[in-house]
């Protein structure tokens, strides 16, 4: 399976005949760059159809004249992303508002590339702690994961924990997911391929659904993306260098199954300790794992991020445009707002992971042994909006989470 990564697009070739002449084709770096920004945006992003006219939004009027040139471009990739309303809830989508960021799009300094640190993606250990638990008569698994890294960086990690934990035969997960900000599809992929059993594999996990320009095979503007091999190598495609544009993004090439990994079979109840630092591919796991067992969460509100992107280079700059909805085998997606929990708990500031008297563990572990009542969404209480407001800062800060795609695959090839 391939890997890609993008490369940067000189400006003059947005305009070949093939493609609608929507922008000057000269202009400053600045100009230029703020141009593409909005013309990538009006193919790729998620939402697209709620962004106007070039002439319209007028991207060099509006920005051209701020300066560092990067709080201008970061203020466009913001104002995009305000532009699509959640009809539930009459607010955008990416609405947040700290430090002028959107909740999910963001851009920064320097290209795409393969093996380089990516934003939003924490480095470190990816198994934080891992425990066998015996309370009462029950067995009980528990790990902790701090962040979805690159799966070739840590795989061996995962698969060793998992197997220790498999030795107990445990009914019961609690896993532990309240640091975690997200990080690489795959990796959060491949470990709920570790806890499930192996009746489920080939049943549907997720789909990635993107635009229907995307679907339709519309998004012109990706040729101007090249499509790299894992060592970030050109990739022949019908005789010439395969780009961005030759990828299919049909839901049913998107659209990922079970496949069981390691040794663990016994699990059939998973509880989940989770935080409003609890994001994006962390969310994923959570919702692909939902119509399979009975999940419960611990803690507090989750952070609310159902979409994914892949990295376009513009110049010096890479951009990540929100360009996916996750949805379940259900078809669920809507947690835009996070996930709120069943046992509300609030976090300690510096936890002792593993520690059974830990309140979320503790609370956790009561829960298993039917000692704790699940609160309706109704009745949640005790973690007040402002708490959850700033522990959204302090997600955000330079942090973005991240739900980064890597294995787009090519049309027509397996």
């Keep these: 399976m391939m890997l890609l990564t993008s490369g940067g697009c000189k400006k003059d070739e947005l305009s070949k005949k093939d493609e609608e002449i929507v922008s000057p084709t000269s202009g400053s770096r600045t100009e230029l760059t703020l141009d593409s920004i909005f013309l990538y945006a009006k193919q790729i992003y998620l939402w697209n159809d709620a962004l106007p006219s070039y002439q319209d939004f007028a991207p060099r009027r509006k920005y051209a004249l701020i300066n560092p040139e990067m709080n201008a471009f970061r203020k466009e990739v913001f104002d995009l992303s305000q532009l699509k309303l959640n009809s539930e809830t009459g607010i955008p989508y990416e609405a947040l508002g700290f430090n002028n960021n959107p909740k999910y799009s963001y851009l920064q300094l320097g290209i795409y590339n393969i093996g380089t640190k990516k934003a939003g993606i924490v480095s470190g250990n990816v198994v934080l702690s891992k425990n066998i638990i015996r309370s009462a008569d029950k067995t009980i698994s528990y790990i902790a994961i701090g962040s979805f890294p690159s799966l070739r960086s840590s795989k061996v990690e995962l698969d060793q924990a998992f197997d220790e934990l498999a030795v107990a ?36 996990m997720y789909t990635e659904q993107f635009n229907t320009t995307l679907q339709a095979g519309n998004a012109k503007i990706l040729r101007h993306q090249p499509y790299l091999d894992e060592l970030g190598k050109p990739v022949l495609y019908k005789g010439r260098a395969a780009t961005l544009e030759d990828v299919d993004y049909s839901e049913k090439g998107n659209t990922y199954q079970f496949a069981k990994q390691g040794k663990l079979e016994s699990i059939e109840e998973i509880y989940v300790i989770v935080s409003g630092q609890t994001a994006s591919a962390s969310e994923l796991l959570i919702s692909c794992l939902k119509p399979y067992f009975n999940v419960k969460l611990v803690g507090e509100r989750t ?44 976090l300690p500031v510096n936890p002792t992971l593993s520690d059974t008297e830990e309140p979320c563990l503790k609370a956790a572990i009561s829960a298993i042994n039917g000692a704790v009542n699940f609160s309706s969404r109704a009745k949640l209480a005790g973690i007040s909006n402002q708490k959850f407001i700033q522990q959204l800062s302090t997600v955000r800060g330079d942090f973005t989470a991240g739900m980064i795609e890597e294995r787009l695959k090519l049309k027509n090839v397996k």
């Design 169 to 204: 035969n445990p009914k019961y997960l609690i896993l532990d997911l309240r640091s975690n900000g997200g990080g690489y599809v795959e990796t959060a992929e491949y470990l709920a391929n570790l806890i499930v059993p192996s009746k489920l594999s080939g049943k549907v």
């Design 303 to 346: 952070y609310g991020k159902p979409v994914g992107f892949f990295g376009v280079n513009i110049d010096q700059y890479t951009v990540y445009l929100s360009s996916f909805l996750i949805k379940n085998a259900q078809g669920w997606s809507n947690y835009f707002n996070g996930m709120d929990p069943n046992i509300p708990v609030e």
